[in-house]
């Protein structure tokens, strides 16, 4: 409870910054600037509890803050790091991480690079999905980007090569982004709780991540699309409680694991529209094949903001979620096949509507309902956990999300 | 009866003072140290957008907006975003580590101010707005062809075969030039072969002045039998 009046009383310390721009000063002749952001949330759901939280009692536990620190060394190098910490009903308890932290190097327009942590380009908004203030929702299309999975996607330790090239003729231009590092996941992340359902804990979990980034912002005024691909290999290790055997070592290591994701969006005065499809697969052996999981995962979204005033916006979004699991090995009974995406069990279909107002430049207020078909309860985490629902699941849920921002 | 002849003029007036308000709403001011002396609104977007900190002579730069006003909105007409997306798009740079917050200020006065005393700093005013101690950077349109000087000329050859024959015409080259002003490219657009061979040769050893950035012209030379 104290916690959560922290997080309001964070969002009140940095609304009473709001007339201020950046922090700034002089070091060495360079221009470092200092930015922060914080944001408070509510959430009350008439059913299934949601993301962790009791939210069917009404949660404020839905907080997160961060700083940043950057400096534009010369016309092509620029260094900074930023920290972030957050609070998402069991997930994250306040356990602050660097969010990144790299050297930028931009030789061309068409050419450059970052090394050490950095957030890693997927689909439209994976490097941004922390930032309520940059979005209309308080909450983005969780088919796509899950808040309880954060960890698996956000970021890697390693390098980037990027850049962007126009086009001749009048074909507008490209963007691209490859990278290659390490991911590690905490242990306050939706995969992890999610195991715990099942004896396990884990200990470590991660691994090499690579992929890359194109997308095409079209001769078409507003009109961007793109597609992304990531490549995983994954290792997990900790402990499992097995009944007469006691607590035991675990192992998990991915035999496949990639994500696919497609995405277009058109902007055209105070209209936008984005849609993106994603397919994840993860294919793991557990305990050297003692078990064997492959989960398809497939989500996909249709977004629109209208923004009718200087403060008021209006968006709307269908999320369509869907997962199918199968089980190998001699323990694969304790996993049953789940392949029917119309039961609930195997979907979430969410139905949404949000008004963003705003406040000033830097502060926000949002109200967001959910109207959700489906649970998706398998052994791939999606939102809704068994530990905040022990009596099981109900087949619909709707959630009031309200939410308040700022940033400097 | 009245209304149907005044309401044709009434238009046309609104009309052009639209078109009017939008050209002369705002003009682009930079530092005198800027080595600029137009700029392309792809330039402008690639500067605004922070996907370059440099012109492409290399020269540094760093934007400057206003916060609001007339001439901001005039500018992000050039730009092809909203207020809200810009800011959005600056956001997104700093809090993922891509970029820096640029400045942005209150008034035209301010902004002059700014532009005067920063090394490379370029921003907007109201067209209106008196420019003292910065330089006005006139926009090109989308396809001017920019001005180039040419420094050093070298004369063709005209082919002796063909001189003897009477044979002339014009041959079109399409230059490719630096931004030193050397010949890059040279290729040919119409006219006798023989005659574009000659002409491509003493092109190739021409010298315009230095620029901002490479440009492309079209080239004719004439060739007459009779000179």
């Known amino acids: 409870m104290q916690r959560r009046f922290l997080g309001l009383v964070l969002v009140c310390f940095f609304a009473g910054h709001v007339t ?8 060495f002749d360079r221009t470092v600037q200092i930015h922060g952001f914080a944001s408070q949330g509510f959430i009350y759901t008439d059913q299934n509890n949601w993301l962790t939280m009791h939210s069917s009692q009404g949660s404020g536990a ?23 910490d957050r609070n998402l009903g069991n997930l994250g308890e306040w356990h602050p991480a660097i969010d990144w932290a790299f050297a930028d190097y931009r030789f061309k327009s068409w050419f450059g690079i970052r090394g050490g942590k950095v957030k890693t380009v997927l689909g439209l908004y994976n490097d941004t999905q922390d930032l309520d203030f940059l979005h209309t929702f308080t909450l983005l299309p969780q088919s796509v980007y899950p808040a309880d999975l954060r960890d698996s996607t956000i970021g890697h330790l390693g390098g980037d090569v990027y850049g962007q090239i126009s086009l001749k003729r009048h074909l507008g231009g490209v963007s691209y982004t490859a990278y290659a590092g390490h991911r590690h996941d905490t242990n306050y992340t939706g995969y992890a709780h999610l195991l715990v359902k099942y004896g396990i804990t884990h200990a470590n979990y991660g691994g090499l991540q690579y992929g890359g980034d194109l997308r095409w912002n079209t001769p078409l005024r507003g009109f961007l699309i793109g597609a992304s691909r990531m490549n995983e290999d994954l290792t997990a290790t900790g402990t499992s409680f097995t009944p007469g055997l006691g607590i035991v070592p675990f ?15 058109y902007t055209v005065r105070k209209l936008r529209i984005d849609a993106e499809y994603r397919r994840h697969i993860y294919d793991q052996a557990i305990d050297k094949g003692v078990l064997c999981t492959i989960s398809d995962v497939r989500g996909w979204y249709v977004a629109g903001a209208y923004r009718f005033t200087r403060r008021l916006e209006l968006g709307s979004y269908y999320s369509h979620y869907a997962i199918t699991s199968v089980g190998g090995g001699p323990f694969a009974a304790l996993f049953p096949d789940q392949t029917d995406t119309s039961l609930p069990a195997n979907h979430i279909y969410d139905k949404v509507v949000t008004a963003r107002v705003d406040l000033n430049r830097f502060w926000n207020a949002k109200v967001e309902g959910h109207f959700m078909d489906g649970y998706g309860d398998s052994s791939y985490p999606n939102g809704f956990y ?18 308040t921002s700022v940033n400097f | 009866m009245k209304y149907q002849k005044i309401l044709p003029v009434f238009a046309a007036v609104v009309l052009l003072g639209a078109v009017h308000a939008l050209a002369g709403d705002v003009k682009i001011i930079a530092n005198p140290g800027l080595q600029a002396d137009s700029i392309t609104v792809t330039e402008l977007r690639t500067i605004f957008l922070e996907e370059k900190r440099t012109f492409n002579n290399g020269s540094h730069v760093e934007p400057v907006l206003a916060k609001g006003g007339e001439a901001h909105d005039a500018f992000l007409q050039y730009i092809g975003k909203s207020d809200d997306a810009l800011r959005t798009h600056y956001r997104t ?18 902004i002059v101010s700014y532009v005067a005393k920063t090394r490379g700093a370029i921003g907007y005013v109201s067209g209106d707005f008196p420019t003292e101690g910065v330089k006005v950077v006139p926009i090109l349109p989308p396809g001017a062809q920019v001005e180039r000087k040419l420094v050093t000329r ?23 030039i630096s931004a030193k002003g050397s010949i890059e490219e040279v290729k040919l657009l ?20 230095a620029g901002r950035s490479q440009t492309k012209l079209e080239v004719s030379i004439p060739f007459d039998p009779n000179r």
Do not use: C
């Open chain 1, 20 to 27: 201020m721009q950046a922090q700034e000063f002089k070091l």
């Open chain 1, 62 to 84: 839905f907080t997160d803050f961060g700083a940043n620190v950057s400096v534009q060394i010369n016309d092509k190098f620029h260094v900074g790091a930023q920290v972030y």
């Open chain 1, 251 to 265: 192992t998990a290591a991915s035999r496949a694991s990639w994500t696919d994701q497609f995405y277009g969006e």
């Open chain 1, 386 to 403: 068994f530990q905040v629902n022990p009596q099981g699941f109900k087949p619909n849920t709707k959630a009031l999300v309200l939410k």
């Open chain 2, 93 to 110: 740079l700093v809090f993922t580590g891509g970029g820096t917050m640029p400045k942005f200020l209150d008034s035209d006065a301010e």
């Open chain 2, 154 to 176: 070298i004369e063709p050859e005209y082919p002796v075969s063909l001189r003897g024959l009477q044979i002339g015409g014009t041959v079109r080259l399409l230059v490719t």
């Open chain 2, 190 to 209: 119409g006219g006798n072969p023989i005659l574009a061979e000659s002409a491509t040769k003493a092109v190739k050893q021409w010298v315009y002045a």
